[in-house]
């Protein structure tokens, strides 16, 4: 059984100074150790309806949220599932629904994710926010989520093969696949940088891999040609011979598609053993503020592509996320946000907490028609959905329309830039549709 606290104390306790604490905690055991932050219920999953044929709002609604605060991804994972557990800071006091969240660390590891996966599920945690992970997802998609009938639905996790995945309805995204950002990027480094030649440096997963492939085919169409496809494993001491095998044949590019644990050795290497001003575009894997710093070296030559935040409810969202952890949101944190929020909605209209009823409503709740719910009025989102009115959400990162694969329709990217003492600058906002 999970332990329950004080939702302020733990949300606040698992910020970016408790990420051992998490990590502690979230040891993958069947049987408990999960973070719950809900003050006020027992976990009960007793469900009930109105007179008029609606979901009651006097239940509890069950949350897992499954991201990482540990491993390669800790740098982005942390404010990603701060992110995701913001919905209930914004609903307390709000709603006649009571909250029940339950936070598990993934370790940026699919085995552990699976094992942190487990845990929600024998927590009884019918919907969960998460992965972050491509790799991570696929394996609790496959191994957890589908098997046991939960609904997952990332953040982060653009891989095209998430789409084809056989799901029974069960997975979703509130980040757009690859498929789109290998576009976004053939357009910058053939419009900004006038490349007609172009290398890839990619991690070797299926993240790194496919997004290599789909950037290469929409460069090739381009009229570009690739002087190198170049793979690299997580966390190695030295990436030089890689680094190497890239620049050879000379591209006017390269694209790199990794973590920030392993890009700050590879730009490490790259700066120390290499003098080269060769453009340079990543990809929000590597959207991390302090990557210049990290590394030890401005980067000037370096800029990337990201799905941007772009949605309605975007400034109520970053307003209340700097209220409550002092920080700027970063890549994916809007999308986790979304994420949440449709589950609840979902998970208030289907009047149970059962992934297989509240996968019935995910659509039902994003997708456009019905009165408009944003992040702001989120609460009264829940009583409308459980009442039977129809709605659609509209939400901090787009207006989060999925469609029959669970991927969204349209999505905004830009292009960023790092700035020398900290922080991400948006050189340009690119609208893109499936």
């Known amino acids: 059984m999970s332990s329950r606290l004080n939702r302020r104390d733990v949300i606040r306790g698992i910020g970016a100074a408790g990420v051992a604490t998490i990590a502690g905690c979230t040891d993958g055991s069947s049987g408990g150790g999960g973070t719950t932050t809900d ?29 990482p605060t540990t491993g390669g991804l800790a740098d982005l994972g942390v404010p990603i599932k701060n992110a995701a557990v913001l919905p209930q800071v914004v609903l307390e006091g709000q709603t006649d629904f009571e909250l029940d969240f339950s936070v598990q660390d993934t370790q940026t590891n699919p085995n552990a994710g699976q094992s942190a996966a487990q845990t929600l599920r024998n927590g009884g945690y019918p919907a969960v926010t998460g992965a972050a992970s491509s790799e991570v997802t696929i394996a609790v998609a496959k191994n957890v989520f589908i098997p046991s009938g939960m609904v997952g639905c990332s953040p982060a996790s653009t891989s095209p093969a998430i789409t084809d995945l056989q799901d029974n309805g069960l997975i979703f995204r509130t980040c757009p696949t690859d498929a789109l950002q290998g576009q976004v990027l053939a357009q910058v480094a053939t419009q900004e940088h006038d490349a007609s030649t172009a290398a890839t440096m990619y991690v070797n997963n299926s993240y790194g891999q496919l997004l290599s492939e789909s950037f290469v085919s929409a460069f090739q169409e381009r009229g570009g040609s690739i002087t190198n496809q170049v793979s690299f494993q997580k966390a190695q001491s030295s990436y030089t011979s890689r680094i190497q095998q890239a620049l050879s044949g000379d591209p006017d590019t390269i694209i790199v598609i990794g973590y920030p644990e392993s890009g700050i050795q590879l730009f490490s290497d790259f700066y120390s053993d290499f003098n080269s001003n060769i453009p340079i575009l990543v990809t929000d894997g590597l959207r991390s503020q302090t990557l210049p710093s990290d590394v030890g070296n401005p980067l000037d030559n370096v800029t990337g592509t990201a799905p941007l935040a772009a949605g309605p409810g975007r400034e109520y969202f970053d307003e209340q996320f700097q209220n409550e952890y002092g920080s700027k949101p970063g890549v994916f944190t809007a999308q986790a946000f979304d994420a949440t929020a449709v589950c609840l909605l979902a998970n208030a209209a289907a009047g149970e907490n059962s992934g297989n009823a509240i996968a019935g409503q995910m659509q039902a709740v994003a997708n456009p028609g019905g009165e408009e719910v944003t992040p702001s009025t989120l609460a009264d989102g829940l009583s409308m959905a459980a009442s039977g009115t129809e709605i659609q959400y509209s939400g901090a990162s787009s207006a989060v329309a999925f469609d029959d694969n669970g991927d969204l329709k349209a999505a905004t990217y830009e292009h960023f830039g790092f700035q020398q003492g900290g922080g991400i600058e948006t050189l340009d906002e690119i609208q893109f549709s499936a």
């Open 39 to 67: 003050s006020t219920t027992n976990g009960g999953t007793t469900t009930g309806t109105t007179g008029d044929g609606g979901a009651s709002a006097s239940r509890t609604l069950k949350q897992g949220v499954l991201q």
